[in-house]
C-alpha cells in the first residue's frame, strides 16, 4: 500500500502549487521592460500581465490600467489566460477529488480499491493542471525571449521576464510533483489484493457427509 505520509505531502504541494497558480495568475509582472542597451529611460519601469499594465515611477508610484479590450490582446496573452484559469479550476477539483480518496480522511473507508482509485484521479487531474500552467508560462515566455532578440524590436520596446513566470513555473513544478505522489496508489491496488482462502477438501477414501 502506498505510505499515507507521502500521500499527505503531495497533497501539501499540490495546495501550495495551486495557490502559486492562482497569485501568478493575478500578478501584473508577466513581462518587465529591459534595461539593456545604453540609451534607455530608467525614470520608469513597465509591468505588463494578464489583465493589466502597470507603470512605476522612480518615486515609487505606481499606475495600473486594465485591457480595454479583450479582442486587440496578443494571442499569447489570451492563451496564457484560458490554460491558467484552466489550470486553477482543474486543481481545485483535483483538491476536492484528492481530499475523499486520501487515507488520513474517512470517505470511502469501506472500500480500499475505491478510495485509491478517487486518490488517482485526484493525482491525475493535478498532473493535467500542472502541465497546462506550465504550457502557458512557458509559451509566453517564449515570446518573450524571441521579441527580445528580434533585431528588428526597438531596444526601449525589449522585455524580460516577469516574477509572475517565475511564480508560475515553481507553482506547476509543485503541482506536477504532488500530483505524482497522489499517484503512487496506482500499484497499490495489486498490492492490496486479498485471496480467498483455499477451501478444505475431504481425505482421500472418505466420503462427504
Same mark, same amino acid.
Not at 534595461?35 to 499606475?63: F, R
Not at 485591457?67 to 486553477?88: C, F, K, N
Given at each position: 500500500?502506498?505510505?499515507?505520509? @507521502?500521500?499527505?505531502?503531495?497533497?501539501?504541494?499540490?495546495?501550495?502549487? @495551486?495557490?502559486?497558480?492562482?497569485?501568478?495568475?493575478?500578478?501584473?509582472?508577466?513581462?518587465?521592460?529591459?534595461?539593456?542597451?545604453? #540609451?534607455?529611460?530608467?525614470?520608469?519601469?513597465?509591468?505588463?500581465?494578464?489583465?493589466?499594465?502597470?507603470?512605476?515611477?522612480?518615486?515609487?508610484?505606481?499606475?495600473?490600467?486594465?485591457?480595454?479590450?479583450?479582442?486587440?490582446?496578443?494571442?499569447?496573452?489570451?492563451?496564457?489566460?484560458?490554460?491558467?484559469?484552466?489550470? %486553477?479550476?482543474?486543481?481545485?477539483?483535483?483538491?476536492?477529488?484528492?481530499?475523499?480518496?486520501?487515507?488520513?480522511?474517512?470517505?470511502?473507508?469501506?472500500?480500499?480499491?475505491?478510495?485509491?482509485?478517487?486518490?488517482?484521479?485526484?493525482?491525475?487531474?493535478?498532473?493535467?493542471?500542472?502541465? @497546462?500552467?506550465?504550457?502557458?508560462?512557458?509559451?509566453?515566455?517564449?515570446? %518573450?525571449?524571441?521579441?527580445?532578440?528580434?533585431?528588428?524590436?526597438?531596444? #526601449?520596446?525589449?522585455?524580460?521576464?516577469?516574477?509572475?513566470?517565475?511564480?508560475?513555473?515553481?507553482?506547476?513544478?509543485?503541482?506536477?510533483?504532488?500530483?505524482?505522489? @497522489?499517484?503512487? #496508489?496506482?500499484?497499490?491496488?495489486?498490492?492490496?489484493?486479498?485471496?480467498?482462502?483455499?477451501?478444505?477438501?475431504?481425505?482421500?477414501?472418505?466420503?462427504?457427509?
Amino acid at each position: 500500500m502506498a505510505n499515507g505520509g @507521502l500521500q499527505l505531502l503531495g497533497y501539501t504541494l499540490a495546495f501550495f502549487g @495551486l495557490v502559486g497558480l492562482i497569485a501568478s495568475t493575478a500578478m501584473s509582472e508577466w513581462k518587465m521592460s529591459s534595461y539593456a542597451g545604453d #540609451n534607455i529611460i530608467t525614470a520608469q519601469a513597465m509591468y505588463e500581465g494578464l489583465w493589466q499594465t502597470c507603470v512605476t515611477q522612480s518615486t515609487g508610484q505606481m499606475q495600473c490600467k486594465v485591457y480595454d479590450s479583450l479582442l486587440q490582446l496578443p494571442g499569447e496573452v489570451q492563451g496564457a489566460r484560458g490554460l491558467m484559469i484552466t489550470s %486553477i479550476l482543474l486543481s481545485s477539483v483535483a483538491l476536492l477529488v484528492a481530499a475523499v480518496g486520501m487515507k488520513c480522511t474517512t470517505c470511502l473507508a469501506d472500500d480500499k480499491q475505491q478510495k485509491n482509485k478517487v486518490a488517482l484521479a485526484g493525482g491525475v487531474l493535478f498532473i493535467i493542471a500542472g502541465v @497546462l500552467a506550465l504550457v502557458a508560462t512557458s509559451w509566453y515566455g517564449e515570446n %518573450i525571449r524571441r521579441k527580445f532578440f528580434d533585431p528588428f524590436t526597438p531596444t #526601449n520596446s525589449r522585455y524580460e521576464f516577469g516574477k509572475a513566470l517565475y511564480v508560475g513555473w515553481g507553482a506547476s513544478a509543485l503541482t506536477l510533483i504532488g500530483g505524482s505522489m @497522489l499517484c503512487c #496508489n496506482c500499484g497499490s491496488k495489486a498490492a492490496g489484493k486479498s485471496y480467498p482462502a483455499p477451501r478444505a477438501t475431504a481425505p482421500p477414501g472418505k466420503d462427504r457427509v
